[in-house]
Nanobody
């Protein structure tokens, strides 16, 4: 059973960089065929795909967030991370990490609320 767990600060000040880590257990992030993604949901809004890193280490980002987003990984720790720079209160959201296959997002973390406020 694959499990994902998000971790990181729950409060970030405007203009700072939001950093979150997703720790994966029960499966390797380097297994062929899988991608590992970050998705967020602002209060009262829908899900927003932010970007992903695939098993090979290649990354892809949402065009609207690309200039501020970096996704990286630590294969030794089986973790992947999200960094979102120059945050504003509009970046307040529940942030999820998830595994993606060719067919679906099949495993999700529980999500972590990040509030951007001074």
């Amino acid at each position: 059973q694959v499990q994902l767990q998000e971790s990181g600060p729950g409060l970030v000040k405007p203009s700072q960089t939001l950093s979150l880590t997703c720790t994966v257990s029960g499966g390797s992030i380097t297994t062929n065929g899988y991608g590992w993604t970050w998705i967020r949901q602002p209060p009262g809004k829908g899900l927003e795909w932010m970007g992903a890193i695939v098993y090979s280490g290649s990354t892809g980002y949402s065009p609207s967030l690309k200039s501020r987003t970096t996704i990286s990984r630590d294969t030794n720790k089986n973790q992947f991370t999200l960094q979102l720079s120059s945050v504003t209160p509009e970046d307040t959201a529940v942030y999820y990490c998830a595994r993606v296959t060719s067919a679906s997002y099949d495993y999700w973390g529980k999500g972590t609320l990040v509030t951007v406020s001074s």
